[in-house]
């Protein structure tokens, strides 16, 4: 029996697009994952209590304006509540020295671009959360 994933979903701060998001949210509903849908304007702070609340097996974090540090926050708050297990993916606009350093930084578990297919988003998840 296949794994049911619980998935929280959001954007932080004041970034206002939220189509990529909605995208990847429909898409891991169609692949069978339960999806918490934040939407726009999220603090990192909220992101992380509600992923600890709902017992999430990861966090989707989009990031279209290229303000990465609120990604970095929810890391560092998560680990702060002894939840620093609960894997990030992130998608958006991320440049690849970017995405580096919230690899390797953050320890963010797969960066997304928007051209990336939702099929190898769903994949990503089910072969490495």
């Known amino acids: ?15 206002g697009h939220e189509v990529g998001l909605k995208v990847v949210s429909n898409a891991l509903r169609n692949a069978g994952m ?16 509600v992923a600890i609340e709902e017992d999430v097996d990861f966090i989707g ?16 708050l998560l ?11 992130a998608g958006g606009i991320i440049s690849n020295d970017d995405a580096k350093m919230l690899e390797e930084v953050a320890g963010i ?6 051209e990336t297919a939702t099929s190898v988003i769903v994949d990503f998840i089910k072969n490495n959360i």
């Not at 578990?109 to 928007?114: E, V």
């Open 79 to 89: 680990k702060e509540k002894g939840a620093g297990d609960i894997p990030i993916i």
């Open 109 to 114: 578990k797969g960066i997304f671009r928007p």
């Open 61 to 76: 974090i989009s990031s279209m304006c290229g303000a990465h540090d609120g990604i970095i926050e929810v890391r560092r």
């Open 1 to 15: 029996m296949e794994k049911k994933y619980r998935a929280l979903m959001g954007c932080i701060g004041i970034d």
């Open 34 to 49: 339960e999806v918490i849908y934040l939407g726009l304007c999220q603090t990192p702070e909220t992101l992380s209590v």
